[in-house]
């Protein structure tokens, strides 16, 4: 199984823009499926962007027009552009995949914390 790992997350002004990447053990071909999700304390997880091993991309609502779902297979990686960020964005960030969706291999999250 592939192991993910995420990274890029920090601390970041309302309005300013972060780069998250999630990077394989292994080959992400097998990897039909790729999303990023995030989840606050005491809340469910949700399902930020998800993107097809063809590329087609599905956003939530919250984060259309503000943030970009990328992948690279001869990289292993998978990334999110994450522009005019809001303090409602503050959250821990995972990435999975898998050849359904969710997938079974997840990441063990990366922090995101929107604050002036």
């Known amino acids: 199984q592939v192991q993910l790992v995420e990274s890029g997350g920090g601390l970041v002004q309302p309005g300013g823009s972060l780069r998250l990447s999630c990077t394989a053990s292994?080959?992400?071909?097998?990897?039909?499926?790729m999303s990023w999700h995030r989840q606050v304390a005491g809340k469910q997880r949700e399902v930020v962007a998800t993107i097809t091993k063809g590329g087609l991309t599905n956003y939530a609502d919250s984060v259309k027009g503000r943030f970009t779902i990328s992948r690279d297979n001869v990289k292993n990686s998978m990334y999110l552009q994450m522009n005019n960020l809001k303090p409602e964005d503050t959250a821990v960030y995972y990435c999975?995949?898998?050849?359904?969706?969710?997938?079974?291999?997840w990441g063990q999250g990366t922090q995101v914390t929107v604050s002036s």
């Open positions: 999975s995949g898998g050849v359904d969706w969710p997938g079974n291999s």
């Open positions: 292994g080959s992400i071909l097998n990897l039909y499926f």
